[in-house]
């Protein structure tokens, strides 16, 4: 129900911009959220969009550097990444649940549906 796309190889200090789609949900009524997790390393929280459309919460990490948006009309949420740094290099999923409550957007577990990830890789 979450397909997402977009990851590729870029050099330090690229861009590139990931997608997910949803099917079978109303993005309105979901928080949907970026996680990546690198090898060896546990899933992190990117960002994440909620029901309402405020201001996108974001890791400190990708705060300045990335934009993570919404189109209801195309059922699809975007995470545009800029100024990309070889730590960025991870598999990127997007997440989507209704009932996460703000306190539960960086844990894995309080997601119930998951894209099948994309990956990213920066390197030169």
């Known amino acids: 129900q979450l397909q997402a796309s977009g990851g590729g190889l870029v050099q330090p200090g690229g861009s590139l911009r990931l997608s997910c789609v949803a099917s079978?949900?109303?993005?309105?009524?979901?928080?949907i959220t970026w996680f990546r997790q690198a090898p060896g390393k546990e899933r992190e929280f990117v960002s994440a969009?909620?029901?309402?459309?405020?201001?996108?919460f974001y890791s400190d990490s990708a705060k300045g550097r990335f934009t993570m948006s919404r189109d209801i009309a195309k059922s699809t949420v975007y995470l545009q990444m800029n100024n990309l740094r070889p730590e960025d290099t991870a598999v990127y999923y997007c997440?989507?649940?209704?009932?996460?409550?703000?306190?539960?957007?960086?844990?894995?577990?309080?997601?119930?549906?998951w894209g099948q990830g994309t990956l990213v890789t920066v390197s030169s």
């Open positions: 997440a989507a649940d209704r009932q996460v409550i703000r306190s539960g957007y960086g844990r894995p577990d309080s997601y119930d549906y």
């Open positions: 079978g949900l109303t993005l309105r009524n979901y928080v």
């Open positions: 969009i909620n029901r309402n459309d405020h201001s996108p």
